[in-house]
């Protein structure tokens, strides 16, 4: 089992829809990290998290410590949102240890 | 200036070729990082340069050899590379090491290294 699991693993949606990935972790973490990849390009950090709730256009990150538990969303979908989304927590080591991504298509 | 800047984008070579991989930022970061990725996967650490000094390698083959020559600058130095090396090479850099609390990564854009 991952330390870091995301789903869902693809994701299709309408232009405008309410969109909503998951990550979940089972290790102790100082930060979480939600990052953005467009096919074949580098990687950009959306947030960085250790607790709450953290909002920056479209874009809302929230983090259940107890849980261990994060969620992307994103409002007003639109189809520049394509990408992948990759979950990514800081652990023990200050290493950051990946998801396997949540690739997103959203169709105008 | 906020980004990480990678050179040269494309990059393919033979496997008896010699070949660099830049990275440069100018955030005033003392941590510096490059990172192999996969088609499809998430990126895998390779090296991290703490205060331009290596701090961690994460048993990469000696064909790839990292160099900091100063705390703007990252290089990756290739040498007879295999074809399973092909990947997306991404450099990263953040404020201080890793074991800092505040510690976001900032990723370049990657060099797509072909090796024939």
């Known amino acids: 089992k991952n330390e870091v699991e995301q789903s869902p693993q693809n994701l299709t949606a309408q232009e405008g829809e309410f969109i909503t990935i998951n990550c979940s972790y089972s290790v102790g973490i100082s930060a979480l990290h939600w990052l953005q990849q467009h096919p074949g390009g580098g990687i950009v950090s959306l947030f960085m998290l250790s607790s709450g709730k953290k909002k920056h256009g479209r874009l809302i990150a929230t983090i259940n410590i107890q849980e261990k538990h994060s969620s992307l969303h994103i409002t007003a979908s639109h189809p520049r949102d394509s990408a992948v989304y990759i979950c990514?927590?800081?652990?023990?080591?200050?290493?950051?240890?990946f998801g396997q991504g949540t690739t997103l298509q959203v169709k105008p | 200036d906020t980004e990480v800047t990678q050179t040269p984008k494309h990059l393919v070579m033979g496997m008896t070729n010699k070949k660099s991989l830049k990275c440069e930022q100018h955030?005033?970061?003392?941590?510096m990082y490059w990172y192999k990725q996969k088609a499809k996967k998430p990126p895998e650490l390779m090296f991290v340069y703490s205060y331009e000094k290596l701090s961690i390698n994460e048993s990469v083959p000696s064909r790839f050899s990292p160099e900091c020559p100063n705390s703007s600058l990252l290089n990756l130095h290739l040498h007879a590379l295999q074809p399973e090396d092909s990947a997306l090479y991404l450099c990263?850099?953040?404020?201080?090491?890793?074991?800092?609390?505040?510690?976001?990564?900032?990723f370049g854009p990657g060099t797509r290294l072909t090796v024939l």
């Open positions: 990514a927590v800081r652990g023990d080591t200050g290493k950051l240890i």
């Open positions: 990263a850099s953040s404020q201080e090491g890793l074991s800092t609390l505040y510690n976001e990564q900032f």
């Open positions: 955030m005033g970061h003392r941590a």
